[in-house]
């Protein structure tokens, strides 16, 4: 698979990864948007491979995109380059990103958590806004947390455990 160039609102991938910014398209479709490189990059070190990268011509020479396309590809995933006016619809941001991906979600049963692997855990219940998860996660990293555990109100609660083998 190679670098495609889309440039339309209605491409199908496009369609796809605007319905990942609703809770329902992320829960039946197990992905989720991340928005930024520095992000996108901080996955991928983490060991996951984005199934789907967007990014537009600002970014195209950006020695640290070679690396999230190369992981891409490598993984069978799609990579499109697109114009500033799809990155402003696919972004939730104001000021979009030149680089977004999208990944498989990963979850970790709350029975495999071992709560004295961490000094401390932080659980959400019914997370509504994913800016406020994301400072708190961000917060709890730097703090020194095991993990944020997300408890939804209907389903079985998981655990989202750092990926850092210092922890």
Same mark, same amino acid.
């Given at each position: ?22 809770? #329902?398209? !992320? ?13 996108? $990059?901080?996955?991928?070190?983490? %060991? ?17 995109? #070679? #690396?999230?396309? +190369? +992981? ?7 990579? $499109?380059?697109?114009? !500033? ?7 939730? !941001? ?9 990944? #498989? ?34 917060? +709890?990293?730097?703090?020194?947390? %095991?993990?944020? $555990? ?18």
């Amino acid at each position: 698979m190679s670098v495609k160039t889309v440039t339309s609102l209605t491409n199908a991938t496009v369609k796809a990864v605007r319905a990942l910014h609703m809770r #329902k398209e !992320r829960e039946e479709s197990g992905l989720f948007l991340a928005e930024g490189l520095k992000i996108v $990059i901080e996955a991928i070190d983490c %060991g996951h491979a984005p199934k789907i990268v967007m990014y537009g011509p600002d970014a195209a020479d950006h020695p640290m995109l #070679k #690396k999230a396309v +190369a +992981a891409c590809l490598k993984a069978g995933g799609e990579v $499109i380059e697109v114009n !500033r006016e799809i990155l402003e619809k696919v972004s939730r !941001r104001d000021n979009p990103q030149a680089v977004v991906a999208v990944f #498989k979600q990963v979850f970790t049963p709350l029975s495999a958590i071992e709560p004295e692997s961490a000094p401390c855990w932080v659980a959400m219940q019914a997370v509504r806004d994913p800016g406020n998860l994301g400072t708190v996660i961000r917060t +709890a990293d730097a703090a020194g947390c %095991g993990g944020v $555990i997300l408890v939804p109100i209907r389903s079985r609660a998981c655990a989202r455990p750092w990926a850092r083998s210092s922890r």
